[in-house]
């Protein structure tokens, strides 16, 4: 089946820095990838729709300078917590769908990735 | 998007059949349901994905009344490693939203030897 890869799975920064991730849809092109949050004991937050060569949609209350989504390819799209505070540790995931066929398809989902800033 | 209302928590024990119902008044005509699967610090994995009356493969059956305003995951025999959260989400169509798919609080299912 289709795969997702996230990467890294896990990461510790400096309050302060900034810090990449990135998704990569290894055997389809994804049009469209999404980027999700949870906190623990919660359930996954949208962020972010981001879309294959044009600006990202961000959802209500996510700060889309503090978080910068790059999509500049079919199969790759990146997401990075600029200036991340304590705040920002949570874990990360993003989703691929290929939202240009005929008909409904599954989402498929990276591994996520474990965000710890201190 | 419709709305889900799921319960938080189930335990069970292995060996049971585990039913999970997930409340969707709102659905829409083009509306999928669809269900995933989450393990602890990985991301959702899909179960499976219906449009109306029942649907089954390896893992799941998923029933849906004619109204559409309900579904149920049927997870038969389950063991430990079905422990895990599952979400139902409605309308996680490509004709709806883009094909964003927005998750609701899901049900935490305990498996218990």
């Known amino acids: 089946g289709a795969v997702v890869s996230q990467h890294p799975s896990r990461v510790i920064c400096k309050s302060g820095t900034s810090v990449k991730i990135e998704c990569r849809s290894l055997d389809f092109q994804a049009t469209t990838m999404f980027w999700y949050r949870q906190f623990p004991k919660q359930s996954l937050m949208l962020m972010a729709t981001s879309n294959e060569g044009s600006k990202a949609t961000y959802e209500q209350g996510v700060e889309k300078d503090k978080f910068l989504i790059n999509h500049a390819s079919l199969t790759l799209s990146t997401l990075t917590v600029t200036s991340a505070h304590p705040e920002d540790s949570s874990f990360y995931i993003c989703?691929?769908?290929?939202?240009?066929?005929?008909?409904?398809?599954?989402?498929?989902f990276g591994q996520g990735t474990r965000l710890t800033v201190v | 998007l419709a709305k889900t209302t799921q319960p938080i928590s189930m335990d069970s024990y292995e060996g049971q059949e585990v039913n999970i119902t997930c409340s969707h008044n709102?659905?829409?005509?083009?509306?999928?349901i669809t269900w995933y699967q989450q393990f602890p610090s990985q991301g959702p994995r899909f179960i499976i994905q219906?449009?109306?009356t029942k649907v089954t493969n390896e893992v799941a059956s998923l029933f849906i009344p004619a109204d559409r305003k309900s579904s149920t995951l049927s997870l038969p025999r389950v063991s430990l490693s079905d422990t895990a959260v599952y979400y139902c989400l409605v309308g996680a169509t490509i004709y709806n939203q883009g094909g964003k798919l927005i998750f609701g609080q899901g049900t935490e299912l305990s498996v218990k030897p």
């Open positions: 989703s691929a769908r290929d939202v240009t066929g005929q008909g409904d398809t599954e989402a498929f």
């Open positions: 219906g449009y109306k």
């Open positions: 709102n659905i829409a005509t083009n509306d999928y």
